[in-house]
Structures are given as C-alpha cells and as structure tokens.
C-alpha cells in the first residue's frame, strides 16, 4: 500500500516530458514573477452608475508561490480572479503573466470554484477529462490517445481516493467528492497557475480540512502557481506561503502576511501558537478594514 | 402498503380513470335517451369505429403521415433556429418580437392563406402542424442554451474553449432536457394543427372525416374520429416520453 503522497507523486512523475522533473522541492525561480498585476484598477457597471471594484492593485505571485487572498465580503476578491487568468481585461494598468502581457483568457490556468461546476451529463472521468478535450496540445491528441488520458484521469482521481467513482454522474457523489472532482479537473492538464475561489465554502468543517490535505499533496508534488481566495482564515494560513488582505471596495492590498510554517504542515499545526497568532493578525486587519 | 404494491397501482390507475370515465359517459347518455343521439354512448362509438374502421384507417395514416412530417420539421427548424438566438443575442433582439407575434396569429386564420398557396390536401396540413409546432421547440431551446452557469462558462474559457465548444460542450447538452420537455408540447400542439387544416379545407385525413360525418349527421363517427386523434396524440406523447428518458437520464437524476 502506498502512501497518498507516493501516489500523487506517481500521478505526476510522466508529466512535464523534456524538462525536469517537478521534485518535491524544487526551489521556485525568483527573477520573474509567474503573476504580475501593475497598478490594475477594474470598473463596474456603465457611465451612469460607475463602481471601482480594483483599486491601483499590484500583486506578484512567484512561480510555484501559494497565495491567498482574503478580504471582506464585495471586497472584489473573484473580480481579482477573472483580471489574472484574463477572462476581464483591466481598465487600466496591466496584466503580466511569465513577462507576457495578458490580451483574452490566458492558457494554462486551472480553475475551481466554489460550486463545482461538474457537468451533470457527463460521468466523473469523463468531466475530469474535459480539459484534454481543450488545451492544446492535448487537444488534438486526444482523440488518437484517448487511453493515455483516460489512465492519466484515472490516476489523478486514484491519489484523491474517487477511483472507483470513476463511471458515476456528479450528482451521485457527496459535496466533498464533487470538490475533489473539481480540484481533480483544474489540475489534469497540469496548469502551472491554479485559481480556487472559495473551492471549499460549502463543506462542512471536517471534509474541508481533508480537502485541504489534498490540496497541499497536490501542489508539493506539482508546485503550481496558486491564487486562493477564501472566506476562511484558517485555510488561508493552512495553505498558503502568502496571505494577502484586501480592504473593503474598492479592493486595495492592506496587509501582506508571509507564512513560514514548515510544510508539509499537518492538521494538528492548526493548533500551535504561530498559527494562531498569525490568523488574530489577520483578523485584525479584516475588523479594521470593515470598520 | 409494499413499495411493490403502491407502484402496481401507480401503473393501473390511467386505465381505472380511463374505464370509470367511460362508464360514466355510458350512464348518462343512456340516461338521456332520444337526445343521445347528440352524445352517443361509448358502445356506439365503438361499433362505429368497427363498422367504419375501412374509412377510419386510411384517414388516420393520412393525419398521421401531416402530422408527422409537420413536427419533423417543426424539430429541425426549431432546434437550428433555437439554437441561433439561444447563441446569439443579436439574433435573440432581432427576431424575439416576430415570434411572439407569429405564435399570437390565429392558425385558423392562416389555413385559408395556406391553401391559397399550396392548393387543398397534405401539404397545407402539414404546414399548420408545423406551424403550431414549431413555437414551444425554439423557446425552449433559446431557454436551454441562454440559462449555462457563467462560472461554468468561466472555466470553458480558461481552458481555452472557443464559443463552439462551448456551445457543443454545454449548451446543446444543457439544452436537451428543455428540448424534450418542448416535444411533448409540440407532438400534441402539431396533431391541433393538422385536424384544424383538414377541417376547413381537405378531402382526406381524420379532420376531414369528421366534417363529412357531421355534414351527414353521423354524430357517432365524429365522435370515433376524436377518439382516435385522442389516442394517436397519446401514443405520441408517450414515444416521446420514451425518448426523453434515455436521452436526459442525468436530468431527472435517474429516478
């Protein structure tokens, strides 16, 4: 029997064919940011009732960093999202991702959100599998090596334990299966930036806990540039080297929050007294920028 | 009461509402004796569907053969056309006002026009079912298609998804249980169309037979001829029902 991180790792050892290997610890590359939001600022609504979501945000995401973002209810934390992967293009400032200013949705970006957006007509693999039907180059290999994908799904859904959920329709697994279907459809392509808004917001407290185990599994053995916006502190800190707060709108950078809790981090460093601390920290500054 | 048991009777009760129906129907218009003859018994129906069936069977392939090919058509220019303004939302601003008063047009007034311009029979029959038919497919398929998840949209797009995948990725299957649903509105609604045609101006079909029968006084084959448009359009429905079962299983979520 192996362990679930020696099966993730196996998930992901025939991945990136030429480069090197996404070890464990690969040291993320400090020169170029993966995201590079420069003084972006987003408008709401037409002429007549004008909104500012984002306010003359920066924000630098490294590769392979894990970021939260965290902030107020209508703070415009899923604007935020939409601006990085380029789904809105900003009215004014600039987008930059690897260097490249973003024109239309960028490639090679997975996304969850908080309801899974699962297709109910199609199995779970197979909605694991709609990415490859996408992305190139996946895209026009598909249909010559569907095998090969199909055991590359499988083998994903195998490290987050929904194997043998495989042929059954997403309104036949429970919330937290359906979220790690989700995770499990963001990641298959192997994106080197995931987005999650609030991926785990509708499960209760112990299925969210689990999901975020599987999350650190995931992202330390394939170390992908991670946004995370979150309600939820804990989770926050749990998951991320980086908390960012935003104020309430327009959305403003009040508080950047490193996070140096040795990982892997288990469930139980929830309960020592730096992460505690650095949670009051944040919530702090959350209480003030409601104020 | 057994889970078996309940749904035996589930599986019985068109028959017993079916059967009582009819009995009453017999109860009363032996009740009224000599004026029956304006709402003939069941059992004279019956023997006039017997005694008539010759008459009855060539006409009710004939409704049948308008009817299907008038919904036939109904559903591939609807789905196309539904389709088109689900998708686009200048198509969907261009052309919603003129559907909505093209479905308000009385059919009965448009019959005449039609034989005008295709000359008494088939033809104008077909294009009455299909006109009837067509109305309930195309909103319910513009419906299917304009109500897909933004977020769900989101992630398409992320992945890179150009609007056709999008549309054969998650509209036309997001759009199937709706497309179903319109079916079995629009087989009934074609079955209207087609009768209403030959009606007012056809020398075949059940519609036609009818006319014939109550320009003859024969109220018990009027009668016959709704009966078997009745149980034709039922048939139908159910066909379609059948359809729709194996096409949107997720939809009801398998129950």
Redesign the interface.
């Known amino acids: 029997m192996l362990s679930i991180s020696e099966r993730t790792m196996g998930a992901f050892a025939y991945a990136e064919g030429g480069s090197a290997p996404p070890g464990p610890v690969a040291t993320p590359s400090t020169e170029q940011p993966y995201v590079d939001l420069r003084n972006v600022s987003l408008v709401y609504g037409d002429e007549a009732d004008q909104m500012l979501a984002i306010d003359r945000l920066d924000l630098k995401v490294r590769e392979g960093e894990f970021v939260a973002v965290v902030g107020p209810s209508g703070c415009g934390k899923s604007t935020l999202m ?1 601006l990085v ?1 380029g ?1 809105l293009p900003p009215d004014s400032g600039a987008v930059f991702i690897q260097g490249k200013k973003a024109n239309g ?3 090679g ?3 969850a ?1 908080q ?1 899974s ?1 699962l ?3 199609r199995s779970t693999l197979s909605n694991v599998m ?2 490859f ?4 180059p996946h895209r026009k290999r598909f249909h010559r090596h569907a095998d090969e994908y199909v055991e590359k799904a499988k083998r994903l859904l195998d490290t987050v334990g929904l194997l043998e959920f495989a042929d059954k ?1 997403p ?2 697994l429970s919330g937290g299966m359906q979220q790690r279907a989700n995770v499990c459809r963001a990641l298959v ?1 192997e994106p080197k930036l995931l ?1 999650l808004d609030e991926p785990f917001g509708a499960l209760d407290a112990f299925t969210r806990e689990e999901l975020w185990l599987m999350t650190q599994n995931l992202w330390l053995k394939q170390r992908f540039s991670t946004i995370l916006v979150t309600h939820d502190l804990r989770e926050a800190v749990f998951l991320a080297d980086r908390v960012i707060v935003l104020s309430k709108r327009p959305g403003r950078i009040i508080l950047e929050r490193q996070v140096d809790i040795p990982r892997p981090r288990a469930l139980s460093c929830t309960f020592e007294s730096l992460f505690s601390e650095i949670v009051h920290d944040i919530r702090e500054k959350i209480v003030e920028a409601r104020g | 009461m057994s889970k078996s048991r309940k749904s035996s009777i589930e599986n019985v009760m068109p028959w017993v509402t079916t059967l009582v129906l009819l009995v009453l129907w017999q109860i009363v218009s032996t009740a009224l004796g000599s004026a029956s003859l304006m709402l003939p018994a069941p059992t004279e129906i019956a023997r006039s569907i017997i005694d008539h069936y010759d008459v009855i069977w060539p006409n009710a392939l004939q409704t049948l053969y308008t009817t299907g090919l008038g919904f036939a058509f109904a559903v591939v220019f609807g789905m196309l056309f539904g389709l088109a303004i689900g998708a686009s939302p200048l198509i969907y601003r261009g052309f919603y006002p003129l559907l909505i008063a093209f479905n308000a047009v009385p059919k009965v007034a448009l019959v005449p026009i039609f034989v005008l311009w295709f000359g008494i029979g088939a033809v104008p029959a077909m294009v009455t079912a299909f006109s009837l038919a067509v109305f309930p497919i195309i909103v319910n398929v513009a419906t299917g298609l304009s109500t897909i998840d933004p977020e769900m949209e989101d992630v398409m797009r992320s992945l890179g998804a150009k609007r056709l995948d999008i549309l054969t990725k998650i509209g036309i299957p997001r759009m199937t249980p709706y497309l179903f649903a319109s079916l079995k509105i629009s087989i009934t609604l074609a079955f209207v169309g087609s009768v209403l045609s030959e009606t007012i101006a056809s020398n075949e079909g059940i519609g036609f037979l009818m006319q014939a029968a109550s320009s003859r006084f024969d109220v018990p084959l009027v009668f016959a001829g709704l009966i078997v448009i009745a149980a034709m359009a039922v048939l139908a429905y159910q066909a379609c029902v059948l359809i729709e079962g194996r096409f949107t299983r997720w939809a009801t979520r398998g129950k």
Not at chain 1, 133 to 136: A, P, T
């Open positions: 939409k992967t789904l949705p960028v490639a970006v997975g996304m959100f309801n957006t297709l109910p007509w709609l990415p039907e996408l992305v190139q329709f309104w036949e392509h987005m």
